[in-house]
């Protein structure tokens, strides 16, 4: 019983957390989904063990405890391949930018001494450049 | 040099870091030689490279944080490809090439009408270089024994390739970058070219040991994925036409 007792109040921590963190709109659309998921599903395993049992008997496994754990451990391996997926698009765009924000600098650059070697009366006013750095 | 002036735009693009007691002398050299219009990528260095750099003639381009060597290069490949230079030659900014070579390495370019050309200076690899070329050669059967010279020209079916999306996760300009511009079909050339040791600082991937283990399990894993992957040719082979010199 205090077996029970102590998995229902570590699901319920858990799934109080995730669902605090949604509230209050720290994840972005789809990974608030995922999470809130994560949470119904530790809240129902949690509170009602036997789940587990009659998953194991259905999927054939001997010792149904280690279900939960393999199919967890598999989950958050895929979840972290798909992580560095998106960090690496995120370095991609990150150069990219980079780049291109050296580009225009360079593009102002040409256009200032353009339109203050010859100044003309409708000319935009541009800012003064600032400190390079 | 009115005689250059006929030919496509050409631009000399030199990646530096930190390389201000060297990139002035290297830029003059560039247009004594070959007249180009000069870029400068200054990979976010602490010291004056980029006044050095400007006031000796060339359009410098900052980055505002470390792209590496290969950031660098891209960004004057993008350059160049907004600006419609026909051709861009890349070399360092320390000043181990000679910019006298640079006229023999574009007349081998049009001569052999490969879309690169790598200068290559075989006195100078070292047998870590050539363990490694051995290696990479049975990997990728990509012939280029100095794979890593940053002495190259390239025509500008190459330079859109390397601006474009696909180039933007490489680290190095080397074996990376040439097996993008052979999953394109273009063509490479090597051909000798004198260079001088580093008059300051190292190679950047063959200065220890670890770092060498690092650069060949990282190539490694790159081979893998552009061998994994189908070739793609996205650019039509009708292009060449308005390439030819």
């Known amino acids: 019983m205090t ?5 229902g109040v570590i699901a319920l921590v858990l799934a109080g957390a995730i669902l605090y963190m949604v509230r209050r709109d720290h994840l972005h ?36 405890p280690v279900l939960p754990i393999i199919v967890g451990i598999g989950m958050i391996l895929m979840r972290m391949l798909k992580m560095d997926i998106d960090r690496s698009r995120r370095e ?37 450049a600032a400190g390079r750095r | ?49 980029a006044e050095q750099a400007r006031q000796a003639g060339a359009v410098v381009i900052e980055l505002p944080w470390r792209l590496g060597a290969w950031g660098a290069t891209q960004t004057g490949m993008r350059y160049a490809l907004r600006r419609g230079y026909r051709r861009v030659l890349t070399l360092d900014a320390d000043g181990q090439h000679h910019p006298q070579e640079l006229p023999a390495l574009l007349a081998e370019q049009r001569r052999t009408r490969s879309n690169v050309v790598i200068g290559t200076c075989s006195e100078r690899l070292s047998a870590a270089k050539r363990i490694a ?29 390397l601006a474009g999306k696909a180039a933007s996760l490489l680290d190095y300009q080397d074996l990376g970058v040439l097996m993008l511009l052979r999953k394109n079909g273009l063509s490479l050339h090597e051909t000798p070219a004198r260079m001088s040791p580093r008059r300051q600082g190292g190679s950047r991937v063959f200065s220890s040991w670890r770092m060498v283990m ?9 081979c893998f994925a552009q061998f994994a992957s189908s070739p793609r040719r996205r650019t039509p082979r009708a292009a060449p036409a308005a390439l030819a010199p």
């Open chain 2, 1 to 49: 040099m009115p005689a250059f002036r006929r030919q496509p735009r050409l631009l000399a693009v030199i990646p530096a870091r930190n390389e201000a007691g060297t990139v002035a002398e290297v830029i003059h050299g560039v247009r004594a030689a070959v007249g180009a219009d000069v870029l400068v990528v200054s990979d976010a260095s602490d010291d004056a490279t």
């Open chain 2, 133 to 161: 070329w051995r290696y990479f050669h049975l990997l990728t059967g990509i012939g280029v024994q100095d794979f890593t010279s940053g002495l190259r020209v390239y025509d500008r079916r190459a330079v859109r390739v």
């Open chain 1, 3 to 7: 077996a029970q007792i102590t998995a």
């Open chain 2, 214 to 222: 690092r650069y060949m399990l990282h190539t490694t894993v790159l």
């Open chain 1, 92 to 128: 991609r765009q990150l150069r990219r930018l980079t780049q291109r924000l050296a580009l225009l600098e360079q593009d102002l650059r040409e256009l200032r001494a353009a339109t203050q070697a010859a100044p003309r009366d409708d000319a935009p006013e541009l800012p003064r």
């Open chain 1, 29 to 64: 659309g789809s990974y608030a989904l995922w999470w809130l998921a994560v949470a119904a599903a530790t809240l129902a395993l949690g509170v009602f063990p036997p789940v587990i049992d009659w998953l194991g008997r259905l999927t054939g496994i001997s010792y149904a």
